[in-house]
């Protein structure tokens, strides 16, 4: 594991990223996780996040909230009975984790100055590529700060707008916040997933394991 940073000047967070990898070579790297400075991990964070990570299949991921914590949406936070989830919606911080094979479209990122939206763009790539992307409620960290404290969030929403317009896309919130699948358990010979219904009980089924 290597840890690269970059001098913040005046630009966006994602703008500060792509000088940081500039200097790495990429392909060298199975994982980049991209964290704000201002989070708690629980111990052993990416031994835990990762592995989950990896035998959920997921491309784009973040790790979920503790009820405690500052997130901007309550989808975000830590599901109990829950190792994970696959979902059509990962925020960009402030813990996220993209897979060599997602950084192949997401990369170079785009820099925007406030970096709102810029998920949406992601996971909407990710579904056009076939990709899961998801939420590990095992590792559960804690955002320290609540968003948009240090900056104008009414010019990141202008920006956000802006650039949801430029991309062509149209987000509703009610097809975003969705649990596609939930990881309940993990057995040497599977995987134990359910599918949340609208209606009726969810269906559960064994999944072999990668």
């Known amino acids: 594991m290597d840890f690269v940073t970059a001098q913040m000047r005046d630009r966006g967070k ?7 990898l500039a200097t790495v070579k990429l392909q060298d790297y199975d994982w980049v996780v991209i964290t704000d400075d201002d989070v708690a991990l629980p111990p052993r964070f990416l031994d835990g996040f990762i592995s989950l990570c990896e035998v959920m299949g997921l491309k784009i991921s ?26 059509r919606y990962v925020e960009d911080g402030p ?3 993209f897979h060599r094979d997602a950084m192949a479209y997401v990369y170079p990122f785009p820099e925007l100055r406030w970096a709102w939206a810029t998920d949406i763009a992601f996971c909407n790539a990710a579904r056009h590529n076939h990709h899961n992307v998801g939420i590990v ?60 219904c609208l209606m009726g009980m969810p269906a559960t089924w064994p999944v072999a394991q990668p």
């Open 62 to 87: 973040q790790p979920a909230h503790r009820y405690h914590s500052y997130t901007s949406f309550t989808f975000n936070y830590r599901k109990w009975n829950s190792l994970g989830r696959i979902t």
């Open 95 to 97: 813990v996220t984790a």
């Open 137 to 196: 409620d095992y590792t559960a960290i804690e955002h320290l700060k609540p968003a948009g404290q240090d900056y104008p969030m009414q010019a990141a929403k202008a920006e956000a707008r802006a650039f949801l317009s430029r991309q062509a896309l149209r987000p509703d919130r009610r097809e975003l916040f969705r649990n596609m699948e939930i990881l309940r358990d993990i057995q040497p010979d599977h995987l134990s997933y359910d599918v949340p």
């Open 14 to 20: 994602f703008g500060n990223i792509n000088t940081a």
